[in-house]
């Protein structure tokens, strides 16, 4: 298929810039994948849809404050970095502003409030299709607790407005940090609904998907068969492959709660549908006739104009179908993007 085949009109308003509050009141858009068939709800309303039979499957990662402005050591200039993927444990591929500033060997301080002593120090070791490889001088929790107080979470390009409470960019259900941006389908979940759901005997489980930078990349080959896709870091542990597999051979029926926790499942499952435990990166590309192999249903958002997520969720339903429910969204003002309305796809 071809790139312009993904691509659709959305009006600027219709971008959300803030998130809806609570977060279980935004608008929910139900469709039947075979049929076509839509229905309009709040995202609550998904208590009326999942029962005893149904797994719910969350991403577990945390969003790390991942943009940090600092000062080249010896003329103290301003530079900004941004963490693209981490290689090792105080080694990240990063984005940086100005490139030209960052040469090889350079150093980077950075001060809490941009004044005091240096906290982090970071060392220009390479240089990478990214930006530039950087050695910081903490990692582990040292790392983690220094960027809690000098850095800031990474809201995506498209969001113009400050937000002022960086936890509505994080789901209710983190744990593991390293992430660059949020699995935002689950930014609809409270921690009540959660329970509403528990008490009605729906299963949930969590599995891991880091999302780097490379979400964010553009298609730029007109034959999307010629795309080359992103890595990104997935883990499955054994008690929760086991549990998924028997939940599976038992009919119940696996709902993935955006694309982050579809690309752990699919990756994982062999050609026989059955789910092993492991750590790797995958690049797994989902387009139009892909195989699907685990998933029953899915709970993801509006998804950007000629992005792979489009072209995955264009697999799991009709392509047509997925078109008839964007205009839809678009005729009735639902909200896109990041503090987005929700997609239910069953």
Partial sequence: MKLSDFNYELPDELIAQTPISPRDHSRLLKLEKETGHIEEAKFYNILDELWENDVLVLNKTKVINARLHGYIEWNEKPVEIFLHKQLSNNTWDCLVYPGKKLKLGRKVEFKSNN????????????????????????????????????????????????????????????????????????????????????????????????????????????????????????????????????????????????TTSIRVLESFSDDNGLLRHW??????????????????????????????????????????????????????????FSFWDALFIK
């Fill in 115 to 258: 004044s005091g002593p240096v906290m982090l120090i970071a060392e220009i070791k390479d240089i990478s299709e990214s930006g530039r490889i950087i050695e910081f001088s903490k990692w582990g929790i040292d790392f983690l607790e220094i960027i809690e107080r000098l850095w800031e979470i990474p809201l995506p390009p498209y969001i113009k407005e400050k937000l002022e409470n960086s936890s509505r960019y994080q789901t209710v259900f983190n744990e593991v940090s390293w992430s660059v941006a949020a699995p935002t389908a689950g930014l609809h979940f409270t921690p009540e609904l959660i329970e509403k759901l528990e008490k009605k005997w729906v299963k949930i489980e969590k599995v891991l998907l880091h999302v780097w930078l490379g979400t964010f990349k553009w298609v730029e080959t007109e034959n999307i068969i010629d795309h080359t896709m992103h890595h990104e870091y997935i883990e499955l542990d054994e008690g929760t492959a086991n549990k998924l597999n028997t939940y599976k051979s038992e009919w119940k029926r696996i709902i993935a709660v955006w």
């Fill in 279 to 336: 750590n790797m990166e995958t690049n797994i590309f989902i387009y139009p006739w892909y195989t699907w192999k685990f998933i029953d249903a899915m709970i993801t958002n509006f998804h950007l104009p000629k992005s792979t997520l489009l072209m995955l969720i264009s697999s799991f339903a009709w392509k047509k179908n997925i078109d008839m429910a964007y205009q839809y969204a678009i005729d009735n003002k639902f909200r896109f």
